[in-house]
Each structure stands twice: as structure tokens, then as C-alpha cells.
């Protein structure tokens, strides 16, 4: 589970390397949480030099991996080891590649598309 105040690490190739988030774009009135496959507004915190993006940018983030579980209808649950998202700009993504695992949950979500323009899924 994704709070306000969480933060993100960027595994893509934009140059931001840690994001924090400040605004759930998409969350219910029961649910004050986001999870994978879904868009967050946040500032950047930390941020390679000479690259695409510079700190306290504000940019919409997909998170593709949480630390919490994710349960699936088959019984399993899949946990990983931090709290992975991709830098995304109004419809497309800010880097071109993807650095580690995406979860199955954000591939079958509705952003399968901004998965799609990248290059190449490592």
C-alpha cells in the first residue's frame, strides 16, 4: 500500500531516483491507500545530474512494484522488496526503459499502453 509521505524509488532511465509522493490520484473514499497499477503525483527528491529531470519537479508516477502483498484470485500472494514506479509525462513516459520486475497487476491495468512505447522491458 502506497500512503502520502511514501517514497517512491524510479527505475527507469529518466534520472530521478527517488520520488515522493504527496497526492493519490486515484483512491476511493474507503480506501486513503494506492497500489500497483496505479497514478500518484509527487516531487523529486533525489536526482542524477545532467539528465531529463532536476529536483522538486512534480511529476505523475505509475507504481509497478509495493512492498505490501498483492493477493491474487489463485490463492497466491506476491510481496517484493520496495516500492518501485516510472516517471510519466501526460500520456507518455518520461524514460525510455525499465529497469526490474513489473507486476502482472499494472501489466493487465488500463496503462498497458505506456508499458508498450517503452524500448525494452528488462
Not at 58 to 74: C, D, E, G, P
Request: proline residues 1%; hydrophobic residues 40%; without cysteine.
Amino acid at each position: 500500500m502506497i500512503y502520502k509521505q511514501t517514497k517512491l524509488k524510479i527505475v527507469d532511465n529518466s534520472g530521478a531516483k527517488i520520488l515522493k509522493i504527496f497526492h493519490l490520484l486515484k483512491y476511493s473514499s474507503s480506501q486513503n491507500y494506492s497500489q500497483s497499477g496505479e497514478l500518484v503525483l509527487g516531487s523529486i527528491i533525489k536526482y542524477k545530474v545532467n539528465k531529463k529531470v532536476s529536483k522538486k519537479q512534480i511529476y505523475k508516477a505509475l507504481v509497478i512494484t509495493s512492498k505490501r502483498n498483492i493477493f491474487r484470485k489463485n490463492g497466491i500472494f506476491v510481496k517484493f522488496d520496495e516500492n518501485r514506479g516510472i516517471l510519466v509525462d501526460t500520456q507518455k513516459l518520461v524514460g525510455t526503459r525499465i529497469f526490474g520486475p513489473v507486476s502482472k497487476e499494472v501489466k493487465r491495468s488500463a496503462h498497458i499502453r505506456l508499458l508498450a512505447s517503452t524500448k525494452k522491458l528488462i
